[in-house]
């Protein structure tokens, strides 16, 4: 699960609740997180304008 606020950091969670990773990327807040469809891709927007594609790889983050 991935989380954006208006502090302008995507944060990335585990299922159970724990952080599994923050990313602080944007200077405005951040409006939209969303998956590709093959969960490969996260594309991020901000109230900026700036949009993020990140290539996700969830196996890095677990370990």
């Known amino acids: 699960m991935v989380s954006g606020s208006t502090d302008g950091i ?18 405005a ?11 490969k891709v ?3 927007a901000a ?3 700036k949009i993020i594609l990140w290539n996700f790889n969830l196996d890095n983050l677990l370990i």
Do not use: Q
């Open 10 to 27: 995507l944060r990335i969670w585990h299922f159970e609740g724990t952080l599994l990773k923050s990313l602080d990327t944007y200077e």
């Open 29 to 39: 807040n951040v409006l939209s997180v969303s998956f590709s469809p093959d969960g």
């Open 42 to 44: 996260l594309a991020s």
């Open 47 to 49: 109230s900026d304008g």
